[in-house]
């Protein structure tokens, strides 16, 4: 499991979910950039989860890529939530707002355009640090939350490199 939120650590430790595949012959490990605090390594420790850190991830341009991700591969102006934080976002930007609007609006939905933006996602989102610790822990399968414009995108590709199947934990309770 890779840890970035609370709320996934959450669930699956205090819930219950994490005992349950020990219980059935699970090695459950856990990467979390929360690694180094006390009480979550007592947490894991009292649940028989392995630990570890999340080594540095990546740069400034993996992570302006991630932030602006949706603008590339979404329907962020169709989409009335995504909308919204578009416009608080830009709210003092109109320049950057209306660039993002023409990509999203007249590049995004041409497969063309997704293809190749997928391909510089695969080239950004690099960490030699967590492809090492991937290839170290060799896990059956990694369980992330929504990877899509996260430090989990990173994960993602290393993990497909590595065969390794993902699965995708939705961090929403509706």
Not at 13 to 42: D, K, M, W
Not at 120 to 140: F, H, Y
Request: proline share 6%; glycine share 6%.
């Amino acid at each position: 499991f890779v840890f970035t939120h609370g709320f996934m650590a959450r669930t699956v430790l205090r819930s219950g979910v994490a005992r349950q595949l020990i219980e059935q012959g699970f090695r459950v490990t856990v990467i979390s950039p929360n690694a180094h605090e006390l009480y979550f390594q007592e947490e894991c420790q009292q649940e028989h989860v392995a630990l570890y850190q999340e080594p540095q991830g990546s740069g400034r341009i993996a992570n302006w890529f991630r932030t602006y991700r949706p603008y590339l591969l979404d329907d962020v102006m169709g989409n009335v939530a995504l909308r919204t934080k578009h416009e608080q976002r830009f709210a003092r930007r109109p320049l950057f707002r209306a660039s993002m609007e023409y990509v999203n609006n007249h590049l995004a939905p041409y497969p063309w355009f997704r293809a190749g933006v997928r391909q510089v996602e695969r080239l950004v989102n690099r960490s030699k640090p967590i492809a090492g610790l991937l290839r170290d822990l060799r896990p059956d399968y990694l369980v992330l939350p929504n990877p899509f414009g996260t430090q989990e995108t990173i994960y993602m590709v290393h993990a497909h490199d590595l065969h390794i199947p993902i699965i995708c934990q939705m961090l929403s309770w509706d």
